[in-house]
Nanobody, 124 residues
């Protein structure tokens, strides 16, 4: 069993930066792939970024490439999402997710565990 707790969300002006953190508990966390998803009001949940079990491979949605970076610190059981050049369109609740299979996935139903989410609001 893995439990995920996100933090780091908040209100930021357009062009600003935030770093989201996802703290995971569970002994097998190091073998899991991790992902970030987001859901804006009235929209479906969408993929943001993912990282494989080792941290050696990542992928991002086209809408955030060059602006968002996902990373993990295995010794700390933590996954980060560094967000730069934030835009109003990035406003959403951001969710951390864990996948027991350690390979990358951008599909939400392939993830087994989810956090409660953290709100990111970008003012224009």
């Amino acid at each position: 069993q893995v439990q995920l707790v996100e933090s780091g969300g908040g209100l930021v002006q357009a062009g600003g930066s935030l770093r989201l953190s996802c703290a995971a508990s569970g002994r097998t966390f190091s073998t899991y792939a991790m992902g970030w998803f987001r859901q804006a009001p009235g929209k479906e949940r969408e993929f943001v970024a993912a990282i494989n079990w080792s941290g050696g491979s990542t992928t991002q949605a086209d809408s955030v490439k060059g602006r968002f970076t996902i990373s993990r610190v295995r010794g700390k059981n933590t996954v980060y999402l560094e967000m730069k050049s934030l835009q109003a369109e990035d406003t959403a609740v951001y969710y951390c997710a864990a996948r027991e299979r350690g390979y990358l996935s951008s599909t939400s139903y392939e993830y087994d565990y989810w956090g409660q989410g953290t709100q990111v609001t970008v003012s224009s």
